[in-house]
């Protein structure tokens, strides 16, 4: 009888969660590991979550960066059809909202439902997010599959100042 393989043997399906979990960590040098050792950046899990979903969702500024410069696509969706930019404006970061603008995040994306990362960001009074997300181009206008708008929940909430 052979002795058992000392080298842990680990599913595609694993591998990607650990790749997203050092996303999710912050783990710098652990995600250059497996980028350079060539996983696919834009990986996701069974939610549809990618290394940079879970790392701009969680403030992790550096690990996102890197995913960014090494090819990460800031648009890709999960299974829901929400980017990273939806997340981040659901959150309140503008300074992750404007490293995902920099790197040619679509302002404008809408997840399954038609909602748009400025409707998350009025929807939860993330009032910062909202001007940043104009400044960025995002139409305050773009309806959801409900009929509503960044601009008419705005007046609901009695916050139509933030629109010119």
Avoid: C, W
Avoid at 52 to 67: C, P, Q
Avoid at 135 to 153: H, K
């Amino acid at each position: 009888m052979s002795p058992p393989d000392p080298t842990p043997t680990y599913t595609p399906e694993q591998i990607t969660a650990l790749f997203i979990d050092a996303a999710r960590e912050g783990d710098l040098p652990l995600l250059t590991e497996f980028i350079d050792a060539g996983m696919a950046i834009d990986a996701q899990d069974s939610r549809g979550y990618t290394a940079l979903i879970v790392a701009t969702y969680n403030g992790r500024h550096e690990a996102a960066e890197l995913l960014l410069t090494r090819g990460a696509d800031p648009d890709q969706r999960d299974a829901k059809g929400a980017t990273a930019l939806a997340g981040v404006a659901f959150k309140g970061d503008p300074s992750m909202a404007r490293l995902l603008v920099s790197h040619g995040a679509t302002v404008d994306a809408r997840n399954t439902v038609g909602r748009t990362p400025l409707l998350f960001a009025i929807m939860f009074g993330r009032d910062d997010m909202a001007r940043l997300l104009l400044e960025a181009g995002a139409d305050p206008d773009a309806t959801d599959g409900e009929g509503a708008s960044p601009r008419i929940l705005a007046a609901r909430q009695d916050r139509a100042d933030l629109f010119p």
